[in-house]
């Protein structure tokens, strides 16, 4: 999933993001940048977040945990929710399950997620239990929370999806919910938290809490543990992560859904994303360099401009280098994951990892 | 013409300027600026400007007499040319009209821009008649100069435009010179320059040196005075202009070209041009509007985005509030003359003229 935080996957267009060369099925949008601005009586006044922002397609929410714990001051975790300061002006919010759903009920995304508490990587055993007891508590109440909004809703209609009429013979919408699974870097807790996850019953479930700091084979470890203990018959969706390895390795431990900056905050930064690794744009090696990006990728980007010109574009300071990098960067994830789905399905999912990574690693001519 | 003035036409992909909602048939290159940087070398190697930037529609390359005016601290006008720092680094560097026209002639633009010198609006008339003859003397050596490298060029094949074999049975090709028009806001000084300049012969004629301070009504009884004297067989261009209104306005006195950079930079500051005047989309009025920018208009922008959301992304410094407000703005601008084409060609452009400028001050309901 493109992330798209505040409304807008950062440097693209949706009309790029539909594309047949990216072709972006679902993208993410942030609970907690959305609540704080524009705000939620302006999302509702225009009929949802697919609406406000013009997107048809699927979207997942996110519930909010995750940010407040990485961009906020955090003042007080209570039983009852979190107390933090707005990374945009300071003022004192007050988030919770409750308030999370209420959020996501009106941006009214396909899936919305559970609210979280987001431990940091390294943390110790005893304090990781009690944050996995407080995100199951709170998991608990993110279902009930959801379940009564969407009661509501469906008593009035289809409120905060569209402000039409319910179609005859559809059925009522309802927006599935994702649990998420805590618990550090410790196994048993990791278990315990998927369990009791599940217990409480979920559409699909998460691994949370990853890539915030920890060692990259502690990452890949709880995923190989825990991914294959998740319900197959729901998404397993590994949240933040990660590098075109990453989603490889955590594929072939059993993950089906990502969502990650990484495409568009580096493009932004002059990295591009290629079948042979990763590549500074600003490198004079490429000052009069004709080829493509990627000379394997069709993507409009590389059917259209060079290294040399988006070099200039980068060190002229023009917008459109960041366009474009982005552009080719989704393309690129994008279509890694069409393939990986396409070698599974034709059961050669082990031998494309193998040429995938090692192609990965040779650099780029 | 959109100006692209380091190769990019800010914040908007080549791609969208093809579309048809904008169908841009020429961008404005600046010599000064692709000089500079990334420098004539990369260029060329390149294989010339329109392969370079992956655009393969017509262009116009300015001279480089402006920006050395506008954007440098010069240091000496001579007979020669001009010695100047670089606005990037400070660089000691000189232009005359033939290292114009040989970074034009790589550039290899299909409308290339006579070298020169650009005087202040308030200009008196002794120095504003020195200057004038300074400039039809560089006009003389812009014409030699071009002559001799396109000379040069066709006896090698067609250099710097493709870096393919000609083409059986095409002509070789030529670049378009045009000669600028100069004399500051003095009626007798222009004619004598516009007289002189034809003398010299050029493919078409440019009147430079408005919009640079002077008054509104001094530019439009200019144009007025200029214009119709200009040779109707070939193009009347007036440089760095304008608004939708002098646009209209000028074409009423005869003009039948332009370039300014106001759709795109003001679409980076927020500002909009529609139908019914220009719009600041960071006005709380807009807040939950789910109004397209311009009601009337059809772009790709108005199409899918409402204000509500452009002034969300405009607050939440998204880049893509810029490059949505780029697109519908030139989107404007150029179906604005698709609009007086038409006019023109079916007798109704003084109906036309007087509908437009009325409903231009007529402000977004």
Known sequence: MPVGTAGSVKGIRFEELQAPDLDARIILGNTYHLWLRPGIEVIKACGGLHNFIGWDRAMLTDSGGFQVWSLTEIRKVTEEGTEFRSHIDGALKFLSPEISMEVQSVLGAEIAMAF????????EHDAARQSMELTLRWANRSKEALDQLQAGDNQRGSAGMDAGEPQAGMPALRQALFGIIQGGAHLDLRRESLERTVEIGFDGYAIGGLSVGEEKPVMLDIIEDIAPLMPSDKARYLMGVGTPEDLIESVARGVDMFDCVLPTRNGRNGQAFTSRGK???????????TRPLDEQCSCAVCRRHSRAFIRHLYLAGEMLASILLTHHNLAFFLDTMRRVRQAIRSGQFAKFRREFTEQLSSGLE
Do not use: H, L, M, S
């Open 279 to 289: 590549v500074n744009i600003k490198n004079a090696r490429f000052a009069t360099d």
């Open 116 to 123: 979280d508490e987001c431990p940091p990587g390294q943390i």
